[in-house]
C-alpha cells in the first residue's frame, strides 16, 4: 500500500506545484502553498523534493512525457496538414484560459533568469520538442512551399507566434494580440504555398 502510494502522492505534489506555477506564477509559489495545494504535510515535499526548482524540473518532465503521448496520438494522422491544425487548434481552443493565466512552461522559462541546470535543460528540451514536431508537419509538406523554405526557422516561427501571443494576450487581459498573431502566420504560410504554386504553374 505504500508503495502506490508513494508515486501518487509524488505526482499530486507535481500537479499541485503545475496548478500554482500557472495561476500565480513560479517565484509567488513557496513549498507550503504547494503541500496546501496538494493537501499533504509540508514534511513530504521535502521527502520528494529537496528544492522549488526540483519540482519546476518533474513538472517540466511531466510535460514532457504528456507531449510524448500527444505526440504518438499524432503520428496516427496520415495528413501533415491535419496535425499541424491540431496543435494550432488546441492553442487556440485554450486561449481564454492562457490569456488569463498564461502557458506553465513559457512563463517558468521566462521567471527562472538563473535557472537551475537541469532545469532550464529540461525547458529547452520541451521546446525542442514542440519545434522538431511542427517541423515534422513542415516537413512532410515541403513540396508546397519555395525551394531553399527553411523549415526550421518556420516551425521556430509558429511556436513562438503561440507563445509570444499567448504573453501579450496575459499582459493585455485580451485575446486580440494572439489571434491576429496566428492570422498572420497562417497568411504567412498562405503566401509561401501560393507563391510555389504559381512559380510552378508559370
Not at 496546501?36 to 510535460?63: H, S, W
Not at 493565466?101 to 520541451?126: K, M, Q, T
Not at 515541403?142 to 526550421?152: I, K, M, S
Request: aromatic residues 8%; proline residues 3%.
Amino acid at each position: 500500500m505504500v508503495a502506490k502510494q508513494a508515486p501518487e502522492k509524488r505526482r499530486r505534489l507535481v500537479d499541485a506545484a503545475a496548478t500554482l506555477f500557472y495561476e500565480q506564477g513560479f517565484n509567488r509559489t513557496t513549498l507550503a502553498d504547494i503541500a496546501g495545494e496538494a493537501d499533504v504535510p509540508l514534511g513530504n515535499v521535502y521527502y520528494y523534493f529537496k528544492t522549488k526548482d526540483a519540482i519546476g524540473e518533474a513538472m517540466v518532465e511531466q510535460r514532457l512525457s504528456d507531449f510524448r503521448a500527444l505526440r504518438a496520438r499524432w503520428e496516427e494522422r496520415g495528413d501533415a496538414r491535419d496535425r499541424l491544425r491540431s496543435f494550432v487548434r488546441m492553442t487556440v481552443d485554450n486561449r481564454r484560459q492562457l490569456a488569463r493565466s498564461g502557458c506553465p512552461i513559457g512563463s517558468l522559462a521566462l521567471e527562472l533568469h538563473e535557472a537551475d541546470p537541469a532545469v532550464r535543460e529540461r525547458l529547452a528540451e520541451n521546446f525542442t520538442a514542440w519545434v522538431a514536431a511542427v517541423r515534422g508537419c513542415y516537413e512532410e509538406a515541403e513540396e508546397r512551399f519555395p525551394a531553399g523554405t527553411d523549415v526550421q526557422a518556420l516551425a521556430e516561427l509558429t511556436l513562438t507566434v503561440m507563445e509570444g501571443g499567448v504573453m501579450q494576450a496575459r499582459t493585455h487581459r485580451d485575446i486580440g494580440p494572439f489571434d491576429r498573431g496566428v492570422e498572420q502566420l497562417r497568411r504567412h504560410i498562405d503566401l509561401l504555398t501560393q507563391a510555389h504554386e504559381e512559380r510552378n504553374a508559370a
